[in-house]
């Protein structure tokens, strides 16, 4: 039985679920972003506990295809932008249709009415947020960040980050160096 979880974004929430199977001693075949494989059934008495326990930690089952289906999309993004360093050979539509098994156009018009906002922008604040990221972390230069992250030149990506943010990333950069100078004067 597969369980659809809202809001798993990242590895510790992995882990959280992991955790509360166990507690519950449910056995499971797999837990990634947004589901979990469950061996077998389960009863209502555990789904609901389950649920409960999730809660807690900001996690929530779902059962409505169509919000399994937005947070499938929000995954794919998550994955791609935050844990895959592989270059797409696609382009990003083609490449969610194809993971999704389902028409981008539904799966755009789907999303957009669900969270207020198109994927190719949910896309980019994710993209730029990871840039920032990286830039505070200062291992890459914006060349490395540029291919890391799919974009197709560092001027892409700068001019995408000014209209997010305001700033170039050279300026984010200095404000960062800027504030880490200020604190060790302290």
Same mark, same amino acid.
């Given at each position: 039985?597969?369980?659809?979880?809202?809001? $798993?974004? #990242?590895? *510790? #929430?992995?882990?959280?679920?992991? /955790?509360?199977?166990?507690?519950?001693?449910?056995?499971?075949?797999?837990?990634?972003?947004?589901?979990?494989?469950? =061996?077998?059934?389960?009863?209502?008495?555990?789904?609901?506990?389950?649920?409960?326990?999730?809660?807690? +930690?900001?996690?929530?089952?779902?059962?409505? !295809?169509? +919000?399994?289906?937005?947070?499938?999309?929000?995954?794919?993004?998550?994955?791609?932008?935050?844990? +895959?360093?592989?270059?797409?050979?696609?382009?990003?539509?083609?490449?969610? =249709?194809?993971?999704?098994?389902?028409?981008?156009?539904?799966?755009?018009?789907?999303? =957009?009415?669900?969270?207020?906002?198109?994927? /190719? !922008?949910?896309?980019?604040?994710?993209?730029?947020? *990871?840039?920032?990221?990286?830039?505070?972390?200062?291992?890459?230069?914006?060349?490395?960040?540029?291919?890391?992250?799919?974009? =197709?030149?560092?001027?892409?990506?700068?001019?995408?980050?000014?209209?997010?943010?305001?700033?170039?990333?050279?300026?984010? !950069?200095?404000?960062?160096? !800027?504030?880490?100078?200020?604190?060790?004067? $302290?």
């Amino acid at each position: 039985m597969k369980l659809h979880i809202k809001n $798993m974004v #990242c590895i *510790r #929430c992995k882990m959280v679920v992991k /955790e509360e199977l166990h507690k519950l001693g449910l056995p499971f075949t797999s837990v990634e972003l947004g589901e979990a494989d469950i =061996s077998g059934n389960i009863t209502t008495a555990q789904h609901n506990a389950i649920k409960t326990a999730l809660l807690k +930690s900001g996690l929530e089952l779902m059962d409505d !295809k169509k +919000s399994v289906l937005i947070e499938k999309i929000k995954n794919v993004i998550i994955e791609l932008v935050h844990y +895959s360093e592989e270059p797409l050979n696609i382009n990003f539509s083609e490449f969610l =249709s194809q993971k999704l098994n389902h028409d981008y156009t539904y799966l755009a018009n789907l999303f =957009s009415e669900a969270q207020g906002i198109t994927i /190719e !922008k949910f896309l980019i604040t994710h993209r730029i947020e *990871r840039v920032k990221e990286l830039l505070i972390y200062d291992e890459l230069n914006l060349t490395k960040i540029a291919y890391l992250l799919h974009y =197709s030149s560092v001027a892409h990506l700068s001019k995408q980050f000014k209209q997010v943010t305001g700033l170039t990333p050279s300026y984010f !950069k200095q404000l960062k160096d !800027k504030r880490r100078n200020m604190l060790e004067n $302290m």
